[in-house]
Every structure is written in C-alpha cells, then in structure tokens.
C-alpha cells in the first residue's frame, strides 16, 4: 500500500479540473474547496468477484447467522476477511472446514518454520500466475519475520526451499511424473536435506495452494482494495454519477454483462435431470463387464486431453510472479497430441482412503484428519436442489464431476461406469473444469457463464469447491504414492 501511494503521489496532477469531467455532488464540491492534498484510492473491481454480483455474496452473511459468525471468527483470528472466505461463505460448513485446516497448516505447530510455510505458498501459487495469493502470502511471509531478500527471486532463497522448486513444478502442472527418486533427491540432500515430516507439510501446503489458485480463477476473485492491484487513483469514466458514488461501488462499471440466448438456456436442468434418471435405471438394469468399464475409462481419459482449455495464446507471467520459480515454460500439455498418454493409476492400489490418510496422519498429526474432513464436506455437500428444483438426489452429479477431474490426472476407480461423464457433463462444461483445474490462470466470465446457465452462483461456487477438492486429492495421491515407495 505505501508503495502504491507513494507512486501516485509521484505523478503529475493532471491539467483538467475534475469538475470539467464530472458532475460533483454539494459534499464532494466542500471537500475539493477544502483542497485536503489527499489522494482517494477507489476499488478496481465490483465486490468480491468479477464473475458473482457483490450484492450476491454480501447478502449470505446477512441471512445466514452461521456464516456472520465463521466471519467473525476468522476476522479474529487473521485481523482480515479476505475475498476468497467471502465467496466460500455461500457454504458455511465448508468454510469451516476450509478456514480450520488452512489455519493448522499455516500457524499451528508443524514441521517447518512460519516463514518458509507463507513461501512455499507463495512458490506454490505462483506457479499458476496467482498474483492474489502471491501477494496475501509475501504480506504474511514479512509479518511473521521472513528476510525480504528471499522476495528477490528463488535464487535469494536457502538451497533448502530452491529444491522443492522441481516438486513444486511437477505437481502443479504433470503429478503423474512424480516418482519416489524425486523425494529421495530431496530427503537425502545433505545439509540441505528435508525430514519426511517436513516433505509432509511441503506436499500439503503445495498441493493447498496449487487448488486454491484454481479457485481463485475459477471464481473469478478479485484483490482486495488495499492489496495489489485491488485499487486505483485514476478518475473513472464519464458518467452521471459523482466520483464518491463510482468509488463506493455505486456506478455502472462492470455491470454490463453478455446477455445468454435464452432458447439455448430453456429447459437445461430438466434435461439434465432426466438423464441423471435413466443412467440409475440402466444401472439396475445391467451391469457393464470389467472390461468395457476398462475400455470406457481409456476413453474418457482420452477424449479429455483433447479438451482445449483455452482459445487465448500461453499466458506470460510477470517478472514479479515468475522470479518465485524455474522454468516458466513448464505447464500442462495436451499429451495425446503428441502420441504421449498419462498412465492409468488404479485407486485401489493407492487410495487417499487406505493409504495417504495414513501416511499424512502418522507424520503430521491431525493433518491427515483434517484434510479428510474437507474432501468429504466438498464432496458429500448437497441441499437437494438443482436451480429452482427441490428435493433432488444430486450424488450421481457430483461423483461425475469429481471422478472426471481424477480422470484427467490418470486416476481409474474400478466401480465407476466412465460412461456417465460424457451424459452428464457437456462441452462447455468440461472446457471450464479442464482449464480451471489444468490451467486456471486462463479462465474467463464467458467460460463460467457458459456452463449450468440456469444454475445459481452459489451451485457454481459449490462445483469450483469440488474441483478445487478433486485436484488437491488427485495431487497428493501422486506424492504421497511416491514417497510411500521410498520409504518402501
């Protein structure tokens, strides 16, 4: 914020009187006589999100005590209420979840220091270009007593953290490649060496922050005003309102939306509704052989690498996010293209469930609990309704969306008929989870208005929470599998 303003104080005043732009209201036109010498910042952005009316997300913590009180709490405890807490709450008992875990991660006894906890978030998020979360953490990382040095670029900090820099890149962005020579390079680096303990709490905190940037972008959350990027000094545009109006939020910036062609929109959720009821009729109705639900899932592992996540040319990142790692070039590809397959990893070799819950909880006490408890509140969560319809069994939707996202990443659960996907999610839609969960720094408005027209933003917000979920499992199953065979 102090290099905000003082850059602003730099420049120039400009030679046009503000009245010759702008009507003035009588408050305003005291003020300007007063001639303070004091620079009003104004928010860039309409609330929140650039994706969800602000008046959207404000009004669920008026009309949910729960939510007020979750609120209340973390303001308590951070001394902020950050934008991303704002969009979860349409889902109290996920925030919940949410915000305990990340807290335990992030401020409770653990393996590794304070400090390099806020850095390994910052490595983790500037993978994805997450300037959100880049600079929410280089704020902490300073608070609790990191050396601003480090903030210069990978290379200024302890060889210690510039090794997790390969884990960091791979699981971010191919999980499938990881391998157990990858952790031993790292529990077995001498001086600079990590205790599985502390490659535990590494591996959590990268695969929290790799999901919470597609959250980010998935949900289209903004800096807050005082942040980075949150605010700006300049005049808004011309228009009718005074300038103290367009800065509370009161004008008419951002509110123009595409308006959605509501012959494409009619009748999409009963559609959907009733394909959900003939697949649980061809369930009890037969049952697909071994092989064909083997053949089914090859498909669809296929046909998702030939999703395109995005039109737009490679996103470039900023010297100010890219100097927190190697390689920038490195990201997700479409393997198939190039005659490459991610290889199939069966659950039931290697499950969060019977394996990786275990393993996080024997080195990281309560972690493991804690994680549990978040994967199954995304995952298990449901009010029975799909837009205006109530009274809805939604399970069948939400394991599709859930097991796609596994999918993408290699990961075959046995008893899953694959054929479901491609019945239950359409074009648009898997467009929009490929890029949030492979590539969420391209995600855009028209990519989230695109999918589940009918929808409210809340069910959209739940969707981005199972994504979010979907991926960070699917991450760690690769880690964790990888340094269970190490230790093996």
């Not at 591996?203 to 790799?210: C, D, G, I, S």
């Not at 899953?416 to 839609?429: A, V």
Request: hydrophobic share 35%; proline share 3%.
């Amino acid at each position: 914020m102090r290099h905000a303003v003082a850059s602003a104080q730099n420049v120039e005043n400009t030679s046009i009187a503000v009245t010759d732009l702008f009507k003035i209201c009588n408050h305003c036109e005291r003020l300007r006589k007063k001639d303070l010498g004091v620079r009003i910042p104004r928010p860039l952005g309409n609330g929140p999100s650039r994706f969800i009316p602000e008046k959207e997300i404000l009004q669920v913590s008026k009309v949910d005590s729960r939510t007020q009180s979750i609120f209340e709490d973390a303001f308590a405890a951070l001394g902020r209420l950050d934008n991303i807490s704002l969009v979860m709450g349409f889902h109290p008992q996920y925030l919940e979840s949410f915000l305990r875990t990340q807290h335990y991660l992030l401020q409770m006894d653990g393996p590794l220091p304070l400090h390099y906890r806020h850095y390994i978030g910052i490595m983790a998020a500037a993978r994805h270009q997450c300037s959100y979360l880049v600079n929410l953490h280089v704020n902490d990382f300073l608070q609790v007593g990191g050396d601003a040095k480090w903030l210069n670029g990978l290379g200024e900090a302890p060889q210690k953290l510039q090794q997790l820099g390969e884990l960091n890149k791979i699981l971010a962005h191919r999980p499938w490649l990881i391998t157990k020579e990858h952790m031993e390079a790292l529990l077995k680096a001498e001086e600079h060496s990590w205790s599985l303990a502390e490659l535990i709490h590494a591996v959590v905190l990268l695969t929290h922050y790799h999901s919470l940037a597609s959250f980010t972008f998935g949900c289209g959350i903004t800096p807050e005003i005082h942040c980075d990027g949150g605010h700006t000094f300049r005049p808004p545009s011309l228009s009718q309102y005074c300038v103290c109006d367009i800065a509370n939020g009161n004008g008419h910036a951002n509110q123009h939306d595409d308006q959605l062609d509501d012959q494409d929109m009619c009748g999409e959720v009963e559609v959907l509704m009733e394909r959900m009821k003939q697949l649980q009729e061809c369930r009890d109705d037969e049952e697909a052989s071994q092989e064909e639900m083997a053949t089914r899932f090859e498909r669809e592992k296929t046909e998702s690498m030939l999703v395109v996540t995005s039109e737009d040319e490679e996103c470039v990142p900023s010297r100010d996010i890219s100097r927190h790692f190697e390689d920038p070039s490195y990201g997700y590809k479409d393997f198939s293209r190039r005659g490459e397959h991610v290889p199939t990893f069966r659950a039931q070799d290697y499950s969060w469930e019977d394996h990786g819950y275990s393993l996080v909880n024997r080195l990281y006490p309560d972690v493991g609990q804690m994680l549990d408890e978040k994967f199954q509140m995304a995952y298990n969560l449901t009010y029975n309704t799909m837009a205006t319809h109530k009274d809805v069994d939604t399970s069948m939707l939400r394991r599709a969306i859930w097991n796609y996202i596994h999918c993408m990443f290699g990961i075959r659960y046995d008893d899953y008929d694959y054929g479901e996907i491609n019945q239950l999610l359409d074009r648009s839609f898997k467009i929009y989870i490929k890029t949030m969960v492979c590539s969420p720094e391209k995600t855009t408005k028209r990519m989230y208005e695109s999918f589940w027209r009918q929808f409210q933003h809340s069910e959209k917000v739940h969707v981005n929470l199972l994504l979010m979920e979907a991926r960070m499992q699917a991450e760690l199953l690769y880690a964790l599998r990888a340094i269970t065979r190490y230790m093996t």
